[in-house]
């Protein structure tokens, strides 16, 4: 079984650029969570998406966005790139039999110079 | 949303147990308690989750009191392997809660 994978793994864009980074759900899950996390800090929930709709958003502003595909693979979409989005970007999935467990991917890396 | 607390860090040696203490005073009836441990530049990896009581699998205890305002995780006899950050979740899809990771605990095992 295949887990949740990511990419790219790392990436480097300068401010004002939009990224797209992309995150395959583990076989059998059909619930997507997006979270930041800064050097030091613990993950911080972006937003989820359950049935290609987006299903409750943590404190993030609106060039934060996402999509869900009918694979229930996901994206997450920021625009207008600031320097303090600099962090890790994590993707966690949840079985469609136990939704309040999250499985995480490895991370996307961005670095806003 | 239910925060938690936990300290931010612990120091222990090969072969020990470590119980490490999350508070979530704010726990929501739907709320689940899950622990996660995450090595650096790495994805958080999933340990245990429980609802009440005592869980156990292969490699944790979580132990929850009645009232659930808090919760233990116990590791037995930690390696050095085990030196991570640890984090306590506490949120319920049902319940659409935002779920707040914290700062969690460093863990620290010595030779």
Redesign the interface.
């Known amino acids: 079984e295949t887990g ?1 994978t990511q990419s790219p793994t790392h990436l480097i864009k300068t401010r004002g650029q939009q990224v797209t980074l992309r995150c395959s759900s583990q076989s059998g899950h059909n ?1 997507v ?1 997006w ?1 930041q996390q800064a050097l030091g ?5 972006i937003f ?1 998406y ?1 049935r290609e709709e987006e ?4 404190n993030f502003p609106p060039r934060f966005s996402g999509l869900q595909f009918p694979n229930y693979s996901s994206e997450l979409n920021v625009n207008a790139l600031e320097l303090d989005d600099s962090a ?1 970007y ?1 993707c ?1 999935s ?1 079985p469609r039999e136990n ?9 996307t ?1 961005l670095t806003v110079l | 949303l239910a925060k938690t607390t936990q300290p931010i860090s612990m120091d222990s040696y090969e072969g020990q147990e470590v119980n490490i203490t999350c508070s979530h005073n704010n726990i929501a009836t739907n709320d689940y308690i899950t622990w996660y441990q995450q090595f650096p530049s790495q994805g958080p990896r999933f340990i245990i989750q429980g609802y009440k009581t005592k869980v156990t699998n292969e490699v944790a205890s979580l132990f929850i009191p009645a009232d659930r305002k808090s919760s233990t995780l116990s590791l037995p006899r930690v390696s050095l392997s085990d030196t991570a950050v640890y984090y306590c979740l506490v949120a319920g899809v049902y319940n659409f809660n935002k779920f707040y990771f914290g700062s969690g605990t460093k863990l620290n095992v010595k030779p």
């Open positions: 949740v619930t969570s979270y800090q613990g993950p911080q929930f989820q359950y299903n409750g958003r943590g890790l994590l966690a949840s939704r309040d467990t999250q499985y995480f991917g490895p991370g890396r």
